[in-house]
């Protein structure tokens, strides 16, 4: 600000908890994440012909073939030591390998799908009550279903002879919703000043493509040797630099205009949104 420099800080992923924000000086700039119109959708089709959409970035193609499917659940690793209990969410090292390898494995959790990987499926299929308004890549073909939908699915597998699946390729739908704040953006109020209202504004910060770094793989999974140049990211941290862009676009045609007009100028002129998709109203999308 002395310097006449406007700064834009990320307001933070620990969403959607009240006073989680984290960046909430007067003078800077806290910009929250919200979707955009687009949303990425993944469909599962069962050996009954029934086909269900969950959520992620999958660019394997299975080319519509049917695989056998099985339950973590009744794969367990027993030889050392897990159960049933165990395997039913697909952690690392919970699965058989000999029951698991080169099927789809239903899994009773949401997470980055070493396990099924590492046991050698050749697909998953995760059931969680967690959100579903951003996606992920993984190392293998992969679904994630909300409980109603994953609660049939399960249902088939464990009632079907011989259950199979396959996992189709991630396609690209409008996102009718859209723009809301996404569930992972730090919501205010302002945890030091209750009568400042931060966040200042929102933009978007979901499934935003991105510049990703050739250094490291696509994922975190050990054996996902996959390098590419621009990945799929959400967070405060894609949201910023889209309010950042607007502040030195403003700035361009403004040159003497302070830090505070500049914050000004974009908090009075960005698109209002609503309550309706938001409950936390101005504590999730800006003042």
């Known amino acids: 600000m002395k310097n006449g420099v406007l700064t834009s800080n990320s307001a933070g992923n620990s969403g959607p908890i009240l006073s989680s924000i984290t960046n909430f000086s007067p003078w800077s700039l806290s910009v929250a994440a919200s ?3 687009r949303k990425f959708i993944t469909k599962v089709k069962l050996g009954n012909g029934k086909i269900y959409e969950g959520t992620s970035i999958n660019t394997f ?3 519509g073939k049917m695989y056998p499917f099985i339950a973590g659940a009744a794969a367990p690793n027993t030889s050392q030591g897990y159960t049933s209990e165990d395997s039913r969410f697909c952690g690392p090292g919970t ?3 000999t029951l698991v390898k080169g099927k789809i494995v239903f899994c009773d959790y949401d997470s980055d799908g070493t396990g099924p990987a590492q ?6 299929v995760f059931q969680s009550g967690g959100y579903k308004d951003y996606v992920f890549p993984y190392s293998l073909p992969l679904s994630n279903l909300n409980l ?4 049939n699915v399960l249902n088939y597998v464990n009632t079907t002879e011989n259950p199979t ?3 189709f390729k991630t396609n690209v739908e409008d996102d009718q919703f859209a723009p809301f704040v996404v569930s992972f953006s730090s919501r205010g109020p302002n945890p030091a000043t209750p009568d400042i209202l931060k ?3 929102t933009a978007p910060g979901v499934d935003i493509l991105a510049a990703w770094s050739e250094v490291v793989p696509l994922t975190e999974t050990k054996d996902d040797t996959r390098i590419v140049a621009y990945n799929i990211i ?3 941290s894609m949201s910023c630099p889209h309010a950042t862009g607007a502040a030195a676009y403003v700035k361009s045609f403004h040159p003497t205009w302070s830090p505070a007009a500049i914050k000004s100028a974009l908090m009075t002129t960005a698109f209002p949104m609503s309550s309706k998709n938001n409950l936390e109203a101005e504590f999730a999308y800006g003042a």
């Open 35 to 37: 979707t955009i119109d």
């Open 61 to 63: 193609d299975l080319k």
């Open 95 to 97: 699965l058989n390998e």
């Open 119 to 124: 046991a050698g499926a050749i697909g998953a």
């Open 148 to 151: 109603d939908d994953g609660r």
């Open 165 to 167: 699946a396959t996992i």
């Open 199 to 201: 966040p200042d504004i």
């Open 234 to 236: 959400s967070g405060t």
